[in-house]
């Protein structure tokens, strides 16, 4: 038994070591907690963004898309140069997420594909969540960006817009043309709410989306999201550029088919002559003006033919959302034109290529025909110095 001396030694020792050990696992813990701040500190002063993760460069699809000398259209149906090109358009700071390269490409991935969430999720393995998030977020982005793509040529630019009906309808008569409007639908699957209002005259459900188009088939201006079984008449009312009197300027012409009323204001819309015509002028007219509206089937059938497996089926959204997966597909378009990537659209598409409604409208009363500046036209083109 150790004597007293001995057990107080013993216990004084015990406690300078407890102590010891507690003030050194103090010191650790502080130390961790430095080591935590001046990471931080140094992510908040670094250039480049936080991510989640980093990108895992085996993955198949991204093997493709980092293998530069790769074609990329039959994954992404865009070339390598218009994928850059909108990626640089969408670029910004983030602080947090996939990182943009990343973003884009799952969307158009999405987009050229048309997968469930889920499908896409294992193809870039991410989590079935973040592709939700990212999916809407790139088609706001592009939204957000929409100006940059699709708007009207400014008045400088209406001689030259104006030429391109002139060589597309082969007359000289169309040299004031500067857009053809037109709607096409697409397909969606039925909504929750108010599915009759959808179904077109075609018998299935869809929204329309809206063009005005130049003779090169790019994009002017589009409005997408009206229930199918709105007349394209109707939809036009319903626009801003009607609306506001904002297109086409004084002393220009629209281009329309039958669905449209024949308009001298408060916008100049010409429609053709509603068959059967016997009158040469008037079968003359048609037919040029038919050659210039063939502007606006070929647009919407390129469109389609990039974004069939997308548009050739019922779109899995709902109605809110499926307005701006069809205004990417608009926007997409004309950045393809944009950077000459050029595809030629398939025969299938011809059958729903354009929404031409049967339904006539009156003309309200601050509308007033435009018989008469039909007629001149059709006059006008018979002129053998016009006729090419």
Same mark, same amino acid.
């Given at each position: 038994?150790?004597?007293?001396?001995?057990?107080?030694?013993?216990?004084?020792?015990?406690?300078?070591?407890?102590?010891?050990?507690?003030?050194? /696992?103090?010191?650790?813990?502080?130390?961790?907690?430095?080591?935590? +701040?001046?990471?931080?500190?140094?992510?908040?002063?670094?250039?480049?963004?936080?991510?989640?993760?980093?990108?895992?460069?085996?993955?198949?699809?991204?093997?493709?898309?980092?293998?530069?000398?790769?074609?990329?259209?039959?994954?992404?149906? +865009?070339?390598?140069? !218009?994928?850059?090109?909108?990626?640089?358009?969408?670029?910004?700071?983030?602080?947090?997420?996939?990182?943009?390269?990343?973003? !884009?490409?799952?969307?158009?991935?999405?987009?050229?594909?048309?997968?469930?969430?889920?499908?896409?999720?294992?193809?870039?393995?991410?989590?079935?969540?973040?592709?939700?998030?990212?999916?809407? $977020?790139?088609?706001? %982005?592009?939204?957000?960006?929409?100006?940059?793509?699709?708007?009207? &040529?400014?008045?400088?630019? =209406?001689?030259?817009?104006?030429?391109?009906?002139?060589?597309?309808?082969?007359?000289?008569?169309? @040299?004031?043309?500067?857009?053809?409007?037109?709607?096409?639908?697409?397909?969606?699957?039925?909504?929750?709410?108010?599915? #009759?209002?959808?179904?077109?005259?075609?018998?299935?459900?869809?929204?329309?989306?809206?063009?005005?188009?130049?003779?090169?088939?790019? #994009?002017?201006?589009? =409005?997408?999201?009206?229930?199918?079984?709105?007349?394209?008449?109707?939809?036009?009312?319903?626009?801003?550029?009607?609306?506001? /009197?904002?297109?086409?300027?004084?002393?220009?012409?629209?281009?329309?088919?039958?669905?449209?009323?024949?308009?001298?204001? &408060?916008?100049?819309?010409?429609? &053709?002559? $509603?068959?059967?015509?016997?009158?040469? &002028?008037?079968?003359?007219?048609?037919?040029?003006?038919?050659?210039?509206?063939?502007?606006?089937?070929?647009?919407?059938?390129?469109?389609?033919?990039?974004?069939?497996?997308?548009?050739?089926?019922?779109?899995?959204?709902?109605?809110?959302?499926?307005?701006?997966?069809?205004?990417?597909?608009?926007? +997409?378009?004309?950045?393809?034109?944009?950077?000459?990537?050029?595809?030629?659209?398939? *025969? *299938? $598409?011809?059958?729903?290529?354009?929404?031409?409604?049967?339904?006539?409208?009156?003309?309200? @009363? @601050?509308?007033?025909?435009?018989?008469?500046? %039909?007629?001149?036209?059709?006059? /006008?083109?018979?002129?053998?110095?016009?006729?090419?």
């Amino acid at each position: 038994m150790p004597s007293a001396p001995v057990r107080l030694s013993l216990a004084f020792a015990a406690a300078i070591f407890l102590r010891l050990s507690a003030a050194t /696992r103090r010191r650790e813990r502080r130390r961790r907690r430095l080591r935590q +701040l001046l990471l931080l500190l140094d992510k908040s002063e670094t250039s480049n963004p936080a991510t989640y993760c980093r990108l895992n460069h085996n993955v198949p699809i991204l093997r493709l898309w980092f293998n530069v000398e790769s074609e990329l259209k039959q994954d992404f149906r +865009l070339s390598r140069r !218009v994928m850059h090109a909108l990626q640089r358009l969408l670029q910004k700071d983030q602080d947090h997420g996939w990182g943009n390269e990343l973003e !884009v490409l799952i969307y158009i991935y999405w987009l050229a594909h048309g997968l469930s969430y889920r499908v896409v999720s294992r193809v870039f393995n991410v989590p079935k969540s973040t592709i939700y998030r990212i999916i809407h $977020t790139v088609a706001e %982005r592009i939204w957000l960006h929409f100006n940059t793509a699709i708007s009207f &040529p400014r008045i400088e630019d =209406l001689h030259r817009v104006g030429q391109g009906f002139v060589e597309r309808s082969g007359t000289a008569a169309f @040299d004031k043309v500067v857009g053809v409007i037109s709607c096409t639908h697409i397909r969606i699957k039925p909504p929750q709410y108010h599915h #009759f209002d959808y179904i077109n005259e075609k018998g299935f459900h869809s929204v329309s989306m809206q063009a005005i188009l130049d003779s090169d088939g790019r #994009f002017l201006d589009i =409005l997408a999201g009206h229930p199918g079984s709105v007349p394209n008449a109707r939809i036009m009312r319903n626009s801003s550029f009607y609306q506001a /009197r904002r297109y086409p300027p004084p002393g220009y012409i629209l281009l329309g088919d039958k669905s449209y009323p024949c308009l001298d204001s &408060p916008i100049r819309l010409i429609t &053709p002559y $509603t068959e059967p015509v016997s009158q040469p &002028p008037q079968k003359l007219f048609n037919l040029h003006h038919s050659k210039a509206c063939s502007a606006a089937m070929r647009a919407f059938r390129v469109m389609k033919t990039r974004w069939r497996s997308t548009l050739s089926s019922a779109l899995e959204v709902k109605p809110e959302f499926a307005t701006q997966v069809v205004s990417s597909c608009a926007f +997409l378009h004309n950045l393809c034109l944009d950077n000459a990537d050029v595809l030629e659209p398939e *025969d *299938d $598409t011809a059958e729903d290529a354009t929404a031409s409604s049967t339904f006539q409208e009156v003309l309200t @009363d @601050d509308e007033t025909p435009g018989d008469a500046t %039909r007629d001149e036209l059709a006059a /006008r083109n018979m002129s053998p110095e016009l006729q090419e």
